[in-house]
């Protein structure tokens, strides 16, 4: 079992920055892709950005050139810093942990992110 807790979410002007962390506990030997996704209302849930167990990152377009995330495997943490936020950047974000060997989604409880002056 993997135990994700997402923090840093907030309210947040058009423009500003924010920095979510997720803190992953348990067997997390286990996990090789972690990630973000966001869900706003009435929408789907997107895919933001994932990063592998040696820093590979993807990104959506909607995001790229304003979101990194980095991960730290020392403190079991992955982060994403969010620059330059927008209206639309409004959601709940989610931070997920693939186990390797049976393709298992761990999810956070989520954080919620507004955007608005």
């Known amino acids: 079992q993997v135990q994700l807790v997402e923090s840093g979410g907030g309210l947040v002007q058009p423009g500003g920055s924010l920095r979510l962390s997720c803190a992953a506990s348990?067997?997390?030997?286990?996990?090789?892709?972690m990630g973000w996704y966001r869900q706003a209302p009435g929408k789907q849930r997107e895919l933001v950005a994932r990063?592998?167990?040696?820093?590979?990152?993807t990104y959506a377009d909607s995001v790229k050139g304003r979101f990194t995330s980095a991960r730290d495997n020392a403190k079991n943490t992955v982060y994403l810093q969010m620059n330059s936020l927008k209206p639309e950047d409004t959601a709940v974000y989610y931070c997920?942990?693939?186990?390797?060997?049976?393709?298992?989604?761990?999810w956070g409880q989520g954080t919620q992110v507004t955007v608005s002056s």
């Open positions: 990063i592998t167990s040696v820093g590979r990152t």
């Open positions: 348990g067997s997390i030997f286990s996990i090789s892709v």
């Open positions: 997920y942990g693939l186990e390797a060997s049976t393709n298992y989604l761990y």
